[in-house]
């Protein structure tokens, strides 16, 4: 079973845009943490966030914002007036020990002019 | 500070070829891992060490070793290599207590 799904393989809008990556996760430690990474075109990988299980706060920063959810299980990624310079494939991510990081599978974002 | 290196960039190997991956940090952390991402794939776990000669299996480990004999380095060996090892390799470090991984540029591996 996956650990962590993106349902959304990819996603197109169009500048200014609010776009929601979705992020689903599987555990059944009491105590983990979920992550998000941008992967531009360039390749490199850039964190984004991290949140630990027993903080279910709701996170802005800038145009980015996260909403946590452990009821169902939910960390999803809105990024507000998307940009050109959004697009990037991005990574949510868990980790129930420093051992296990378990990463899905992606959502890759178009934003077009 | 360098942060995370790796070298090389890119590689080409034909099958049954043998090859270190090499990874550097200089950001003090003990924890270091090695994932592969295929294309259009997330990244996998192959193998992780949470210190000098400490180190583990992750998700994908078969046809891949490891070895930490300092802080600072953490090699990937490929043995033999196969067309199915034809990815990107990502080292990552993390400190004890943020679980927040920190990652090199990647080496981009072909195996004809």
């Known amino acids: 079973a996956q650990k962590v799904t993106q349902a959304q393989t990819e996603i197109s809008v169009v500048e200014k845009e609010d776009v929601t990556l979705d992020c689903v996760y599987e555990?059944?430690?009491?105590?983990?943490?979920l992550f998000w990474y941008k992967q531009p075109p360039s390749g490199e990988l850039v964190f984004l966030i991290r949140?630990?299980?027993?903080?279910?706060q709701n996170e802005i920063s800038g145009r980015y914002s996260w909403n946590f959810q452990k009821s169902t299980s939910s960390f999803n990624f809105t990024i507000t007036a998307s940009q050109v310079v959004d697009s990037a494939v991005y990574f949510c991510?868990?980790?129930?020990?420093?051992?296990?990081?378990?990463f899905g599978s992606g959502t890759k974002l178009n934003v077009k002019p | 500070n360098a942060g995370v290196t790796q070298t090389p960039k890119f590689r080409i190997l034909k099958i049954g070829q043998s090859m270190t991956l090499q990874c550097t940090q200089d950001?003090?952390?003990?924890?270091m891992y090695w994932y592969r991402q295929d294309p259009g794939m997330g990244l996998k776990l192959i193998y992780y060490?949470?210190?000098?000669?400490?180190?583990d299996k992750g998700e994908v480990p078969n046809g891949y070793n490891v070895s930490r004999s300092t802080t600072e380095d953490f090699p990937l060996r490929l043995e033999l290599a196969a067309p199915s090892q034809t990815s990107v390799y990502f080292c990552?470090?993390?400190?004890?207590?943020?679980?927040?991984?920190?990652f090199g540029p990647g080496t981009r591996l072909t195996v004809l």
């Open positions: 555990t059944r430690d009491t105590t983990y943490y």
């Open positions: 950001m003090n952390h003990n924890y």
């Open positions: 949140r630990n299980s027993f903080d279910e």
């Open positions: 060490s949470v210190g000098a000669g400490i180190t």
């Open positions: 991510a868990l980790s129930e020990a420093l051992g296990k990081f378990y």
């Open positions: 990552a470090v993390s400190g004890t207590s943020t679980h927040e991984q920190f």
